[in-house]
Nanobody
Framework: QVQLVESGGGLVQPGGSLRLSCAAS????????INWYRQAPGKQRELVAT???????NYADSVKGRFTISRDNAKKMGYLQMNSLKPEDTAVYYC?????????WGQGTQVTVSS
C-alpha cells in the first residue's frame, strides 16, 4: 500500500520561507514522478511543481523562481522549498504520485502566509 505523508507547513510572514516534505512508503520511489499541488479556500486544486524520475522539473508560472522541487530517492522523500512567500501562496499543499495509473495523495499540510 502506497502512503504519502506531507509535513513542514505552518504560518509564515510574507517574504519568508518554508520547506515542505513528502515521505513515501510502499513503492519503488525512484522511478515515479512527484507532483506538488495546492488548494486555496474556494479554489480548485492546482499543480505547483513536478519532478520526474530523472529529476527534470517543471513549475507553475506563479511560483517560478521562488519554489524549488527536489527529491532524495535513498530516503524516499520529496521536497518543496518555498521562498519569497506571498499571501496568495496560502493553501493546503499536497504531494501526489501516479503509480501504475493509480493516484496517491497525502493528507495535505497547511501553509498560511500572513503578517
Amino acid at each position: 500500500q502506497v502512503q504519502l505523508v506531507e509535513s513542514g507547513g505552518g504560518l509564515v510572514q510574507p517574504g519568508g520561507s518554508l520547506r515542505l516534505s513528502c515521505a513515501a512508503s510502499g513503492t519503488i520511489f525512484s522511478i515515479h514522478p512527484i507532483n506538488w499541488y495546492r488548494q486555496a479556500p474556494g479554489k480548485q486544486r492546482e499543480l505547483v511543481a513536478t519532478i520526474t524520475a530523472s529529476s527534470d522539473t517543471n513549475y507553475a508560472d506563479s511560483v517560478k523562481g521562488r519554489f524549488t522541487i527536489s527529491r532524495d530517492n535513498a530516503k524516499k522523500m520529496g521536497y518543496l522549498q518555498m521562498n519569497s512567500l506571498k499571501p496568495e501562496d496560502t493553501a493546503v499543499y499536497y504531494c501526489r504520485m501516479n503509480i501504475r495509473n493509480n493516484d496517491y495523495w497525502g493528507q495535505g499540510t497547511q501553509v498560511t502566509v500572513s503578517s
